[in-house]
């Protein structure tokens, strides 16, 4: 990955935010997180994020 974040404050924001805030209730939606743009698709088992031209899987609680 080009772009350096702190993949377990990621992690902890994906998992406490996007199934509880009604500004992620959308399947698919960009947002920011240290100053880069993540591009989110909501799947039944996990999120997949896409950083640059990497994609990242955390599951869904």
Known sequence: MQTQID???LADYV?????YHPDFEDDAFAFSFQGVRIYCERK???FDLHVGSDLLQ???C
């Open 7 to 9: 993949l377990n404050a």
């Open 58 to 60: 955390l599951p869904r």
């Open 15 to 19: 998992e406490t935010t996007f199934d």
């Open 44 to 46: 039944p088992a996990c």
